[in-house]
T-cell receptor
Framework: NAGVMQNPRHLVRRRGQEARLRCSPMKGHSHVYWYRQLPEEGLKFMVYLQKENIIDESGMPKERFSAEFPKEGPSILRIQQVVRGDSAAYFC?????????????FGDGTRLSIL | DQQVKQNSPSLSVQEGRISILNCDYTNSMFDYFLWYKKYPAEGPTFLISISSIKDKNEDGRFTVFLNKSAKHLSLHIVPSQPGDSAVYFCAATNQAGTALIFGKGTTLSVSS
Protein backbone atom coordinates (compact mmCIF):
# COMPACT_ATOMS: atom_id res chain seq x y z
CA ASN A 1 0.00 0.00 0.00
CA ALA A 2 2.93 2.34 -0.57
CA GLY A 3 1.88 5.74 -1.76
CA VAL A 4 -1.19 6.77 0.21
CA MET A 5 0.04 7.86 3.61
CA GLN A 6 -2.23 8.03 6.61
CA ASN A 7 -1.36 9.23 10.08
CA PRO A 8 -1.56 8.53 12.82
CA ARG A 9 -1.87 4.76 12.45
CA HIS A 10 -3.49 4.51 15.85
CA LEU A 11 -5.37 7.21 17.71
CA VAL A 12 -6.91 7.01 21.16
CA ARG A 13 -9.37 9.62 22.31
CA ARG A 14 -11.71 10.02 25.27
CA ARG A 15 -15.38 10.67 24.73
CA GLY A 16 -16.00 14.32 23.90
CA GLN A 17 -12.54 15.00 22.47
CA GLU A 18 -11.74 15.76 18.85
CA ALA A 19 -10.04 13.37 16.44
CA ARG A 20 -8.08 14.52 13.39
CA LEU A 21 -7.06 11.97 10.79
CA ARG A 22 -4.68 12.92 7.99
CA CYS A 23 -4.21 11.52 4.51
CA SER A 24 -1.64 12.32 1.86
CA PRO A 25 -2.63 10.87 -1.53
CA MET A 26 -0.33 9.11 -3.93
CA LYS A 27 1.89 11.34 -6.00
CA GLY A 28 -0.04 12.66 -8.96
CA HIS A 29 -3.44 11.87 -7.42
CA SER A 30 -5.79 14.75 -6.79
CA HIS A 31 -8.89 12.81 -5.76
CA VAL A 32 -9.31 11.58 -2.20
CA TYR A 33 -11.94 9.32 -0.64
CA TRP A 34 -12.58 8.44 2.99
CA TYR A 35 -14.09 5.14 4.13
CA ARG A 36 -14.90 3.71 7.54
CA GLN A 37 -14.76 0.05 8.52
CA LEU A 38 -16.54 -1.21 11.60
CA PRO A 39 -15.57 -4.64 13.03
CA GLU A 40 -16.74 -7.55 10.87
CA GLU A 41 -18.05 -5.15 8.24
CA GLY A 42 -17.00 -3.98 4.81
CA LEU A 43 -15.76 -0.50 4.13
CA LYS A 44 -18.42 2.21 4.01
CA PHE A 45 -17.96 5.30 1.86
CA MET A 46 -17.97 8.60 3.70
CA VAL A 47 -16.77 11.44 1.47
CA TYR A 48 -15.06 12.22 -1.83
CA LEU A 49 -12.92 15.33 -2.26
CA GLN A 50 -10.81 17.04 -4.84
CA LYS A 51 -8.43 19.84 -4.03
CA GLU A 52 -10.41 22.47 -2.08
CA ASN A 53 -13.75 20.90 -3.02
CA ILE A 54 -16.10 18.37 -1.50
CA ILE A 55 -17.63 16.44 -4.40
CA ASP A 56 -19.76 13.87 -2.60
CA GLU A 57 -20.39 13.70 1.14
CA SER A 58 -23.43 11.44 1.00
CA GLY A 59 -21.85 8.95 3.40
CA MET A 60 -20.86 11.44 6.07
CA PRO A 61 -22.84 11.60 9.29
CA LYS A 62 -24.68 14.92 9.40
CA GLU A 63 -23.18 16.03 12.68
CA ARG A 64 -19.69 16.08 14.20
CA PHE A 65 -17.89 14.88 11.04
CA SER A 66 -16.17 17.11 8.50
CA ALA A 67 -13.54 16.71 5.83
CA GLU A 68 -11.29 18.99 3.86
CA PHE A 69 -8.60 18.73 1.22
CA PRO A 70 -6.79 22.07 1.11
CA LYS A 71 -4.75 23.38 -1.76
CA GLU A 72 -1.61 22.62 0.21
CA GLY A 73 -1.21 19.76 2.61
CA PRO A 74 -3.02 16.53 3.38
CA SER A 75 -6.70 15.79 3.48
CA ILE A 76 -8.13 15.93 7.00
CA LEU A 77 -11.07 13.98 8.41
CA ARG A 78 -12.22 15.66 11.60
CA ILE A 79 -14.53 14.13 14.19
CA GLN A 80 -15.72 16.43 16.94
CA GLN A 81 -17.02 15.30 20.33
CA VAL A 82 -16.20 11.67 19.67
CA VAL A 83 -18.44 8.90 21.01
CA ARG A 84 -17.77 5.19 21.52
CA GLY A 85 -19.53 4.37 18.27
CA ASP A 86 -16.87 6.27 16.34
CA SER A 87 -14.35 3.54 17.15
CA ALA A 88 -13.41 2.08 13.78
CA ALA A 89 -10.71 1.87 11.15
CA TYR A 90 -10.74 4.88 8.84
CA PHE A 91 -9.24 4.40 5.40
CA CYS A 92 -8.27 6.98 2.85
CA UNK A 93 -7.98 6.22 -0.84
CA UNK A 94 -6.81 8.25 -3.81
CA UNK A 95 -7.07 8.12 -7.59
CA UNK A 96 -5.54 10.18 -10.37
CA UNK A 97 -8.91 11.22 -11.73
CA UNK A 98 -12.53 11.03 -10.76
CA UNK A 99 -13.61 8.56 -13.39
CA UNK A 100 -15.71 5.71 -12.12
CA UNK A 101 -13.42 3.17 -13.74
CA UNK A 102 -10.22 4.36 -12.10
CA UNK A 103 -9.25 2.05 -9.23
CA UNK A 104 -8.87 3.69 -5.87
CA UNK A 105 -5.65 2.99 -3.99
CA PHE A 106 -5.85 2.77 -0.23
CA GLY A 107 -3.66 3.74 2.68
CA ASP A 108 -3.13 1.49 5.69
CA GLY A 109 -5.76 3.28 7.74
CA THR A 110 -6.07 4.95 11.12
CA ARG A 111 -7.44 2.83 13.95
CA LEU A 112 -9.48 5.11 16.17
CA SER A 113 -10.29 3.93 19.68
CA ILE A 114 -12.60 5.86 21.96
CA LEU A 115 -12.25 5.32 25.68
CA ASP B 1 -29.80 -2.85 2.66
CA GLN B 2 -26.69 -4.56 1.39
CA GLN B 3 -26.17 -3.91 -2.30
CA VAL B 4 -23.03 -6.04 -2.55
CA LYS B 5 -23.07 -9.41 -0.83
CA GLN B 6 -20.33 -11.90 -0.14
CA ASN B 7 -22.23 -14.76 1.38
CA SER B 8 -19.25 -16.91 2.33
CA PRO B 9 -17.40 -15.41 5.29
CA SER B 10 -14.53 -17.85 4.85
CA LEU B 11 -12.95 -20.29 2.41
CA SER B 12 -10.18 -22.84 2.93
CA VAL B 13 -8.15 -24.18 0.01
CA GLN B 14 -5.04 -26.26 -0.40
CA GLU B 15 -1.97 -24.81 -2.02
CA GLY B 16 -1.97 -25.35 -5.77
CA ARG B 17 -5.74 -25.73 -6.05
CA ILE B 18 -8.21 -23.19 -7.35
CA SER B 19 -9.85 -20.62 -5.05
CA ILE B 20 -13.24 -19.30 -6.12
CA LEU B 21 -14.66 -16.30 -4.29
CA ASN B 22 -18.20 -15.23 -5.03
CA CYS B 23 -20.04 -11.93 -4.95
CA ASP B 24 -23.64 -10.97 -5.68
CA TYR B 25 -25.09 -7.53 -6.20
CA THR B 26 -28.59 -6.14 -6.27
CA ASN B 27 -28.21 -2.76 -7.96
CA SER B 28 -28.57 -3.13 -11.73
CA MET B 29 -26.99 0.33 -12.17
CA PHE B 30 -23.58 -0.98 -11.10
CA ASP B 31 -21.31 -1.23 -14.11
CA TYR B 32 -17.79 -1.49 -12.74
CA PHE B 33 -16.61 -4.11 -10.30
CA LEU B 34 -13.39 -4.52 -8.38
CA TRP B 35 -11.70 -7.01 -6.10
CA TYR B 36 -9.44 -5.93 -3.27
CA LYS B 37 -7.24 -8.01 -1.02
CA LYS B 38 -6.58 -7.03 2.55
CA TYR B 39 -4.05 -8.22 5.09
CA PRO B 40 -4.53 -7.51 8.81
CA ALA B 41 -3.53 -3.99 9.87
CA GLU B 42 -3.12 -2.91 6.25
CA GLY B 43 -5.34 -1.15 3.77
CA PRO B 44 -7.07 -2.92 0.87
CA THR B 45 -4.90 -3.56 -2.17
CA PHE B 46 -6.45 -3.39 -5.62
CA LEU B 47 -6.32 -6.74 -7.42
CA ILE B 48 -8.41 -6.74 -10.54
CA SER B 49 -11.47 -5.07 -12.03
CA ILE B 50 -14.06 -5.65 -14.71
CA SER B 51 -16.39 -3.41 -16.64
CA SER B 52 -19.96 -4.49 -17.29
CA ILE B 53 -19.30 -4.61 -21.02
CA LYS B 54 -17.06 -7.63 -20.43
CA ASP B 55 -17.70 -11.02 -18.92
CA LYS B 56 -14.13 -11.95 -18.10
CA ASN B 57 -10.88 -10.25 -17.20
CA GLU B 58 -7.64 -12.02 -16.51
CA ASP B 59 -4.42 -10.91 -14.85
CA GLY B 60 -1.86 -13.60 -14.14
CA ARG B 61 -3.27 -16.03 -11.59
CA PHE B 62 -6.38 -13.91 -11.07
CA THR B 63 -9.49 -14.03 -13.25
CA VAL B 64 -12.76 -12.25 -12.62
CA PHE B 65 -15.98 -13.46 -14.23
CA LEU B 66 -19.12 -11.35 -14.50
CA ASN B 67 -22.62 -12.71 -15.09
CA LYS B 68 -24.81 -9.63 -15.46
CA SER B 69 -28.07 -11.50 -15.86
CA ALA B 70 -27.47 -13.24 -12.54
CA LYS B 71 -25.91 -10.13 -10.95
CA HIS B 72 -23.02 -12.30 -9.91
CA LEU B 73 -19.27 -12.12 -10.16
CA SER B 74 -16.51 -14.40 -9.04
CA LEU B 75 -12.77 -14.22 -8.53
CA HIS B 76 -10.72 -17.26 -9.46
CA ILE B 77 -7.19 -17.68 -8.15
CA VAL B 78 -5.18 -20.47 -9.68
CA PRO B 79 -2.94 -21.88 -8.48
CA SER B 80 -3.57 -20.72 -4.92
CA GLN B 81 -0.55 -19.90 -2.79
CA PRO B 82 -0.18 -19.50 0.99
CA GLY B 83 0.57 -15.80 0.45
CA ASP B 84 -2.93 -15.42 -0.97
CA SER B 85 -4.34 -15.92 2.52
CA ALA B 86 -6.15 -12.66 3.25
CA VAL B 87 -9.59 -11.06 3.29
CA TYR B 88 -10.99 -10.45 -0.19
CA PHE B 89 -13.49 -7.66 -0.76
CA CYS B 90 -15.76 -7.29 -3.73
CA ALA B 91 -16.73 -3.70 -4.61
CA ALA B 92 -18.96 -2.04 -7.17
CA THR B 93 -19.69 1.40 -8.54
CA ASN B 94 -21.48 3.10 -11.41
CA GLN B 95 -20.92 5.97 -13.80
CA ALA B 96 -23.04 8.31 -11.70
CA GLY B 97 -20.85 8.04 -8.67
CA THR B 98 -17.36 7.41 -7.50
CA ALA B 99 -18.09 5.82 -4.15
CA LEU B 100 -17.20 2.17 -3.99
CA ILE B 101 -19.81 -0.09 -2.41
CA PHE B 102 -18.09 -2.95 -0.62
CA GLY B 103 -19.17 -6.39 0.44
CA LYS B 104 -18.30 -7.66 3.92
CA GLY B 105 -15.41 -9.73 2.68
CA THR B 106 -14.39 -13.38 2.47
CA THR B 107 -11.42 -14.67 4.44
CA LEU B 108 -9.34 -17.01 2.28
CA SER B 109 -6.97 -19.46 3.94
CA VAL B 110 -4.54 -21.34 1.73
CA SER B 111 -2.77 -24.20 3.44
CA SER B 112 0.51 -25.71 2.27
Amino acid sequence: NAGVMQNPRHLVRRRGQEARLRCSPMKGHSHVYWYRQLPEEGLKFMVYLQKENIIDESGMPKERFSAEFPKEGPSILRIQQVVRGDSAAYFCASSPGGGYNQPQHFGDGTRLSIL
Amino acid sequence: DQQVKQNSPSLSVQEGRISILNCDYTNSMFDYFLWYKKYPAEGPTFLISISSIKDKNEDGRFTVFLNKSAKHLSLHIVPSQPGDSAVYFCAATNQAGTALIFGKGTTLSVSS
